[in-house]
């Protein structure tokens, strides 16, 4: 009698923290047969996602479009951004989500892994028709020849200049516009006001590291071969990109006061650089127009599309895609869904939405940026009006026809390396310890080693 | 342990020794053996959580990593051995060596400084005579402070430009550096940061303090003592052994140190990619290349390390204090 209740008491703590430990667990939907009963509703088959959120309209509308469609079912949300560690544990756990939420720019490095899997078949079975997506969308998610993800979001730069620095300087937007690198050297002279310390007027910001490939690209310039395998840092058109980037912030002074004036300023705020006059032009991601339509719409600043040094119009698209990690438990549904929320007329309703929303409550819509051109293009006939805001309009208008310019790196075993190798040297020559030509060399030879070690360890 | 009963008359302690062995024989006349093993057996089953809480969460993965530190493993794919290739990639990783030089450079600053500073908190939050409840719980209150609130906040508390720390600063004349963004001024913003969390180390300090005996401070002021000598001779001696846990304590947590830093200087794209290698902490370090570089085996190998590191220094403590530590009773 002692000794069994001994044993139910040593029993029930040990099942006691056991059920607690189990509770921790799990990321995905889980396994077994409890969990196919639950996560069927009606037939349908409960997909669950990671590193997505539902902060607007237009996520809300394309997830209730997958939900109602034929074909569709309940999407169990996991909100917040894509968390690296939370998803390579549900990957290692075998417990992923059936699809996941990642930057375009990461889709490689998994691929190589085998954390995602490849597309292709479920490409052809859904009938998902690739050639609606903007070819840099798609190149990012290439890698050997296979599609590991479908392209949602198309993000690009704007170049935006402060009417009143520019009039101040005694330039003209055209001028601070220009392709010509020499000229920008001349308008960022003009309109940066003091320097280090005394740092009052940004003169032209050129946002580096992180536009260095933007930069390259405007001069001719290549950081990486088209099959993602090869670096080439060391080109002699990206030392010159870099050298002529740096030399822009140099002006104003040490780096280091230069930083903390650009992250001293109320960003996405009232007081931001162009309400309060403190920058005269910098190259800044599409959605900071929206930022200003919602905080500042007339702080007086013009936006304008940014040249190569031939004077045609160039830029750098990134942006988030939907991709299916190895072992989720509903593939083809979540293929489904990928479709569903990249397809044109998914995107055309949740757009609409959200401009009537926005419209209602006395805000501005000024377009929604997809990777899927014809939804683009539906967008822009269908949903957007002018504001009657000149600037914001303009703004609408430089965005949609700078979509067609865009460039992008293409999709390498090693994106995370690659990136960190190469801001790394922007971050050095900025910070003065070395020269262009040094850092990126010091770069070029990080890079390809992580790539040969990524590609050594695919094989 | 059973020897004196064995050999010879009993010691002075007779009576008290004789009782607990008769006792003893009384319990197990009365089935003591039978007591004696369901107490184990209860006290099994109450330690049973801890017990499996440690085997899976520390011993479980500590051995684990150590595997995992002689392998080639993306989190993905099944680890590959490549035996201690890890262990000779370390030596020869620049990287590596800037995130232990910034790290050693952090703890030496904030190590001391904190524990300074929290004693000074405490002998002020000691000498009280009312109210002590209220600033000790105030001076607590920083701990709560989720990491992430931390670091976000000192953020904009230590920018060059706009920071309030040198608009204070301003006040008394002192022109503050670019604590964010200069890499000479980055470690020293991030040790004043830590200070936001001193309070822990100030209560213990205090709990000390209420625990030295009154009559000391009596006899060393019939003695003459000043203030002075008092702190220096009756005080310090009698709290060693609180300096001595909140010292190794304090040096493991500064030589793991990551929530804060990682989200002034790593939490997101922009200030990830133009920090530069200031911030870089060792476990800022090992995290990367652990889940963004997905090296988790290399990783493995940069955590043993770091834990022999820190078996190291505590050894060393260990016995420099051995020399310098007063212990009550022994």
Redesign the interface.
């Known amino acids: 009698m002692?000794r069994s209740r001994?044993?139910s008491?040593?029993g029930?703590?040990?099942a006691?923290?056991?059920v607690?430990?189990a509770a921790c667990g799990g990321v995905g939907g889980g396994g077994g047969g409890s969990d196919q009963a639950a996560s069927s509703s009606g037939g349908k088959v409960t997909i669950s996602t990671m590193g997505f959120g539902l902060p607007d309209e237009i996520a809300t509308v394309r997830v209730k479009t997958y939900e109602n469609s034929a074909k569709g079912g309940p999407v169990k949300i996991t909100e917040g951004g894509f968390d690296?560690?939370q998803f390579?544990?549900a990957?290692?756990s075998g417990n992923p989500p059936d699809a996941v939420h990642l930057d375009r720019a990461k889709v490689g490095?998994?691929a190589a892994?085998?954390?995602i899997v490849p597309m292709d078949d479920c490409i052809a079975k859904s009938g998902i028709d690739m050639s609606q997506y903007r070819k840099p969308g798609v190149q990012q998610v290439t890698l050997d020849g296979k599609v590991y993800a479908i392209p949602e979001f198309y993000g690009m730069r704007l170049l935006i200049s402060d009417d009143a620095v520019v009039k101040k300087a005694g330039l003209t937007t055209k001028q601070v516009a220009s392709g010509d690198w020499d000229t920008i050297t001349m308008v960022n002279d003009k309109m940066t006001q003091g320097s280090g310390?005394n740092l009052k007027v940004i003169g032209y910001d050129p946002r580096i590291?992180?536009t260095l490939p933007l930069w390259a690209a405007a001069n001719g310039g290549q950081m990486l071969s088209a099959d993602g395998k090869t670096a080439s840092l060391g080109d002699p058109k990206v030392v010159e990109a870099l050298t002529f980037t740096t030399n822009l912030v140099k002006r104003a002074g040490?780096?280091?006061?230069f930083?903390?004036?650009r992250?001293?300023?109320d960003f996405f705020g009232k007081d931001n650089q162009y309400a309060t006059d403190t920058v005269g032009a910098m190259p800044i991601d599409d959605f900071y127009l929206n930022v200003l339509a919602d905080v500042s719409p007339k702080a007086g600043f013009t936006v304008s599309p940014i040249l190569d040094r031939q004077g045609k119009q160039i830029n750098y698209s990134g942006g988030s895609s939907w991709a299916i990690p190895?072992g989720a438990k509903h593939p083809e549904e979540a293929c489904e869904f990928a479709k569903v929320m990249t397809a044109a007329d998914t995107w055309v309703a949740a757009a609409k939405a959200r401009a009537e929303a926005l419209r209602a409550e006395g805000g501005y819509y000024l377009g929604t940026n997809t990777g899927n051109k014809v939804a683009d293009e539906r967008i822009r006939t269908e949903v957007f009006k002018p504001t009657g805001v000149p600037a914001l309009d303009n703004g609408a208008k430089v965005l949609q026809q700078a979509q067609d310019s865009a460039v992008t790196l293409p999709a390498t075993y090693?994106g995370?390396?690659f990136?960190?190798a190469y801001?790394?040297a922007?971050?050095?020559v900025?910070?003065g310890s070395q020269t262009p030509a040094q850092a990126l060399k010091q770069a070029q030879g990080e890079a390809q080693k992580?790539l040969d070690a990524a590609a050594k360890?695919r094989q | 342990m059973t020897a004196p009963a064995a050999s010879g008359p009993p010691p002075t302690s007779v009576p008290v020794a004789t009782s607990a062995r008769a006792g003893s024989r009384r319990a197990r006349g009365w089935g003591g053996a039978?007591r004696g093993?369901?107490e184990g057996?209860?006290a099994?089953?109450?330690l049973?959580?801890w017990v499996?809480?440690f085997v899976?969460f520390t011993a479980g993965p500590m051995v684990a990593s150590l595997v995992l530190s002689f392998t080639?493993y993306?989190?993905?794919?099944s680890p590959r051995l490549v035996g201690t290739q890890n262990y000779h990639d370390l030596v020869s990783d620049p990287r590596l060596l800037t995130s232990m030089r910034n790290t050693v450079i952090y703890t030496v600053l904030h190590v001391p400084l904190a524990m300074l500073l929290a004693l000074g908190l405490a002998l002020v939050l000691n000498r009280l005579a009312r109210g002590q409840g209220f600033f000790r719980t105030l001076v607590y209150l920083p701990v709560m402070t989720p990491p992430v609130a931390i670091g976000a906040m000192f953020?904009l508390l230590l920018?060059?430009?706009?920071?309030l720390v040198n608009e204070v600063l301003s006040w008394v004349g002192i022109?503050g550096p670019?604590w964010?963004?200069?890499?000479a001024?980055i470690k020293p913003g991030l040790v004043l940061m830590s200070l936001w969390t001193i309070g822990g180390t100030a209560v213990i300090y205090l709990a000390a303090l209420k625990d030295v005996p009154v009559q000391l401070h009596e006899a060393a002021t019939l003695d003459g003592a000043n203030a002075w000598q008092r702190f220096r001779n009756v005080t310090l001696p009698m709290i060693s052994g609180t300096i001595y846990f909140t010292l190794i304590v304090n040096t493991i947590a500064s030589l793991q140190t990551f929530s804060e830093v990682y989200t002034m200087y790593f939490g997101n794209?922009?200030t990830?990619?133009?920090?530069?290698?200031a911030a870089l902490m060792y476990a800022v370090y090992l995290?990367?290349q652990?889940?963004?570089?997905?090296h988790m085996g290399y990783a493995s190998a940069m955590a043993w390390l770091l834990f022999l590191i820190i078996l190291l220094i505590t050894v060393v403590q260990v016995r420099v204090a051995r020399r310098r530590v007063y212990y009550e009773g022994g």
């Open positions: 002692g001994s044993r008491v040593v029930a703590g040990t006691l923290t056991a607690t430990l690296e560690q390579l544990a990957v290692a490095t998994y892994r085998g954390a310390r590291p992180e040490k780096y280091s006061e930083k903390a004036t992250e001293g300023v190895k090693a995370s390396e990136e960190k801001t790394d922007v971050t050095r900025l910070e992580a360890s | 039978g093993q369901r057996r209860w099994l089953a109450f049973s959580p499996i809480g899976v080639d993306d989190l993905v794919n953020l920018n060059g430009r706009s920071g022109t670019a964010t963004t200069d890499p001024w794209a922009a990830a990619s133009s920090s530069g290698d995290f990367q652990a889940f963004q570089f997905l």
